[in-house]
């Protein structure tokens, strides 16, 4: 809601300034938030699953009945059947309990605001504020008739509602309302007050990331008001905290540039010097250089080159150094100038040049660590000019004259790819062996290995590929070794050594449990297709007994010695100002901001098992998916186990099933497996309803524009937008129509569906055509890495799925 209603503030009017932003209570003083234990406990009594089986409401259900209708149609985007009801509790008038009215006419005031019909929203919440004042939640609904009246550009009333917010409850989020009335104030051209609505905000709490954008809107407000000195104190408060390298040097580019702009030349570059000094990998560092070189400012030559070359300038980081070497003797030139030398001349097209510079290394540091690289880069500049065979031979020399060099290994594994990819899988097969035998506990001769396995597979010797999966097998640890295992049992069974094959699959099953190859492994070992089906589902538990267990486990697990329930938030929590703010955010609709608040937490916490249990069902328990699947997460990674050893009501946190009710509705349609569909949105969104990715992919199921369209004329979809697709409802609908589509052009194969829904069906019917079939097969076929993660992810999902709720014993 937060993005939809910002963005309707009047562009125009805010251009002007903000057009070079680099970034994309009369209650008391401590109010009660939504965050007591007592109120987690009627949410956790009353599970998901519970809340999916409630009957559809008629007009003749009880108020509250209709309420909880309308909350879970409003949970699934049925916005406007959300609406009908909440407007049906309104209309029965006395007959319905205030308390019952006032939460209908809210709901009815989220419903619209969500879905961006504001003069709605603004309607539905001065009857909330008009008829129930007493209410306790009245202060929301001023913060969220607030960001209607913002969407309405009714600037003056939107100020007004977020004064009474802040009157009502204060300590809160008055960042968030502070930086709100100043969007207003400057949507009216009233600048000064802006300014300093905008100030209060910097000044008032809120997370780091939040901060610092805001921050930095404040500084591009005053650059835009010609007010220099206050821009550079608003990115200075940012480098007081900021950490990350690449965004301090932005900001301190962005600082400095500020001056110059501003007429202060000694300060900007004076700055512009300390960016090029301290930031040399930087682009800020090439373009404070600029700026210092216009200025007439004499730079350093070797700190030219090498900020010339990480930019890309390689002609000039080639005049740099070679001025350098001219003005120094050679004991003071270091030999990582001659490094960077040879890299920029083999970059401009200068390969006899390249061998020269490194050759300078080799002969005058030998007994620098770059003495190694230097041989490697000379393999690497004949390779690159398309000399195969000199290539080789430089690596083949390496390996035997240099074999002490922590560069060997490297060497050898260089040569065995070139043969192996020069049409010699013979040669290279050998050279991997080598490499294997000379230094077995190294990641080039792991690869090495994988690669003569997978080489001799694809030319038919079987025998080899077996043996160097079992040598891979031995070495290697976690999937790569779950890999080995499971393809050292395959073979085994072509070849009929069913005593072989059952222990190198047992062993794959172990090595990675969570992963798709151990998944993998277990389907083959117990004679099960790929995504096979389970026969029953289970979608309800015994929370009570299955929580008593989950706790009975952590206090064992972690030592944990408080005495009664640990679910409950701790009082630590419940007094985190993150927690508090993120909270009060969630209940004003402030989705986004709200996230950012909840992630701060969620990294400080991620080694707290028992907080992020608590925070795994407090999250449930409001909504934030996303962020309780991350919590559960970080419990099963604090105890070092497998998602399936934990106990399953913690399990079922980290693989939830969220819409239940709306992803059974669509998989009946189409008889789809429901877990097949939930393992697609766990990996394409995480359960986020509003997720977002850069190709224009929206919802839970990520479904591109163009994709969007096509399946909007397929289901006659009435007045498709893309935006439909924040909806769940919505974007499971079209997932779901997507996915049985290309389970049905490729005949229930699941994986070549799986790739088609990720990278289309013309790359998936190719694969399917070089594999013959075979689902192993097919996943090596794939050939674009992100849909092989993506097909192997999913399968590794449904696996824990069908484990978790595909009944007793599947």
């Known amino acids: 809601m937060r993005r939809m209603t910002r963005q309707l503030l009047p562009i125009l009017a805010l251009l002007w300034l903000l ?8 209650t008391e003083q401590q109010p009660n938030i939504i965050i007591a234990p007592n109120e987690t406990q009627a949410a956790f009594e009353l599970s998901l699953t519970q809340l999916a089986l409630l009957p559809t409401p008629t007009a003749t259900l009880a108020p509250d009945a209709l309420l909880q209708s309308a909350d879970r149609k409003l949970l699934n985007g049925y916005y406007e059947a959300a609406v009908d009801q909440y407007q049906l509790v309104l209309a029965q008038g006395e007959y319905a309990p205030a308390d019952e009215r006032a939460t209908a006419a809210l709901g009815l005031g989220r419903s619209a605001l969500r879905e961006g019909l504001f003069e709605e929203a603004a309607n539905a919440l001065t009857i909330f504020v008009d008829q129930f004042p007493q209410d306790s939640r009245v202060a929301q609904a001023y913060f969220l008739r607030g960001d209607a009246f913002l969407g309405l550009s009714r600037w003056d009333n ?70 220099p000195a206050n821009a550079v104190a608003q990115y200075d408060a940012i480098l007081s905290v900021a950490r990350n390298a690449p965004y301090r040097a932005s900001i301190a580019y962005a600082a400095a540039q500020a001056l110059l702009d501003g007429g202060d030349f000694t300060s900007g570059l004076a700055r512009m010097q300390e960016i090029f000094e301290q930031y040399s990998d930087r682009p800020e560092a090439y373009q404070a250089m600029q700026a210092l070189l216009q200025n007439g400012i004499t730079v350093d030559p070797f700190q ?13 980081a080639i005049e740099a150094y070679n001025t350098y070497s001219t003005q120094h003797p050679l004991t003071d030139i270091p030999p990582q100038m001659f490094m960077q030398l040879g890299r920029a001349y083999r970059e401009v097209g200068n390969p006899a040049a390249a061998i020269t510079a490194f050759q300078s290394v080799i002969d005058q540091y030998p007994t620098s660590t770059s003495f190694g690289d230097a041989l490697l880069e000379q393999g690497r500049t004949y390779f690159l000019s398309g000399d195969i065979p000199t290539a080789i031979d430089q690596y083949m020399r390496i390996a035997d004259t240099y074999d002490y060099l922590p560069q060997a290994a490297e060497a050898l594994w260089r040569a065995g790819y070139l043969y192996g990819t020069n049409d010699e899988p013979e040669l290279a097969a050998t050279i991997f062996e080598q490499l294997a035998d000379r230094y077995p506990d190294t990641e080039q001769a792991r690869d090495g290995l994988l690669l003569a396995a ?17 040598a891979l097998a031995s070495t290697a640890t976690g999937d790569l070794q779950a890999e080995a295992y499971l393809n050292v049992g395959r073979l085994a069974l072509q070849r009929g050594d069913a005593g072989i094959a059952n222990q190198a699959l047992q062993q794959a099953a172990q090595a990675a449990p969570d992963s798709y190859f151990s998944a993998r492994a277990r389907d083959i070992r117990d004679s099960r297709a790929p995504f096979a089906r389970p026969t029953t589902y289970q979608f309800q538990f015994d929370d009570a007994a299955d929580v008593a267990q989950a706790e009975s486990w952590l206090r064992q697990m972690f030592g944990i010695e408080q005495e009664g329930s640990l679910w409950q938030l701790s009082p630590a929590l419940q007094a985190d100002a993150r927690l508090i703010r993120g909270t009060e955010l969630w209940g004003v609709a402030a989705y986004d901001e709200a996230r950012a608040e909840f992630d701060d937490l969620l990294n400080t916490t991620e080694d707290d098992a028992l907080a992020s249990y608590q925070l795994a069902i407090y999250w449930r328990q409001i909504g934030a998916y996303q962020a309780s699947i991350q919590a559960a997460a970080n419990i099963i990674d604090a105890a070092n186990i ?44 995480l359960f986020d309803a509003n997720a977002t990715a850069a190709a224009g992919e929206k919802g839970l199921t990520q479904v591109i524009p163009s994709t969007g369209e096509y399946i909007a004329q397929q289901l006659d979809w009435p007045g498709y ?43 998936a019917a190719q694969w399917l055509a070089l594999s013959g079939g075979d689902p192993d097969l097919f996943i090596s076929s794939i050939t674009i890495s992100s849909t092989r993660t993506y097909v192997t992810r999913i399968y590794g999902y449904h696996a824990i799925y069908r484990a978790l709720y595909g009944g007793q014993g599947q």
């Open 158 to 227: 939107a100020i007004a509602d977020f004064n009474v917010y802040l009157a009502s409850r204060p300590g809160l989020i008055d960042s968030y309302a502070y930086e709100r009335i100043g969007d207003a104030q400057l949507a009216l051209g009233q600048f000064d007050q802006a300014v300093g609505s905008y100030q209060a905000s910097a000044s008032a709490d809120r997370g780091l990331v939040p901060q610092l954008i805001l921050r930095e809107k404040l500084a591009q407000l005053y650059i835009s008001a010609g007010q």
């Open 721 to 763: 937008q893309h935006s439909v697709l924040f909806r769940p409802y919505a974007s499971v609908a079209f997932g779901a129509y997507y996915l049985h589509e290309q389970l049905m052009r490729f005949d229930n194969n699941v994986p070549a569906s799986l790739g088609a829904y990720n990278a289309g069906p013309g790359n």
């Open 304 to 316: 030219r080159g090498q900020v010339s070359y990480a930019y890309g300038d390689y002609t000039d």
């Open 19 to 26: 057009s070079a932003c680099s970034l994309t209570q009369t």
């Open 454 to 470: 997978n080489a001799s597979m694809q030319t038919g010797n079987l025998g080899a590929a077996e043996r160097f999966y079992a």
């Open 642 to 685: 497998s998602t399936l050893e934990a106990p399953p009501y913690i399990a079922r946190m980290r693989y939830p099933v969220y819409y239940l009710d709306v992803v059974q509705t669509e998989a009946d349609k189409y008889d789809i497996d429901p877990l097949l569909l939930f393992a697609l949105i766990r990996h394409e969104s």
